[in-house]
């Protein structure tokens, strides 16, 4: 039998050590342009994802019942308090209430002494933006009044 009529069924190892360099080339070179997987969550960046989470939550529960959820931040003292629309409207019932985890250094500033911000069942969202600062960066926390959305921009 001839060896020349059959076909080859595998890769020799030298083939296989050249695809892997040029998978291993090309992978160095796209890395840096990838974002970072992870920010520190320490300083301003920490202190807004915190916040930002809260106001998720708290949009995220004025869905689920159907009633309108608030939570009123203390810029100064970094306390928080949730409270939820009791049935037929007759006052509010608070949720809880707690700090945020500001670091050394992070200040919390707002227009006014306390800032409000009410969600509604049906997506709308109300409030007032809160800058939180650090040395190194500022991040603007606020909620998009359409659609009820926290966010956070770096400045």
Known sequence: MSRAGSSRGGHTLTEMIV???VIGVMVTAVSPALPARHEPADGATGAA???TQLLRR???TAAE????????LDPARARVWVA???AGGAGAAPLAEDSLAVGAGVVLE???PRVTYTFAPTGEAFGDPVLVRDVARSVLVLVDPWTGEPRAEQR
């Open 19 to 21: 695809v892997l360099a």
């Open 49 to 51: 994802r915190q916040l």
């Open 58 to 60: 708290a949009r995220a």
């Open 65 to 72: 019942r159907g009633a309108v959820v608030s939570v009123v």
């Open 84 to 86: 939820i629309e009791r």
């Open 110 to 112: 707002a227009a006014t």
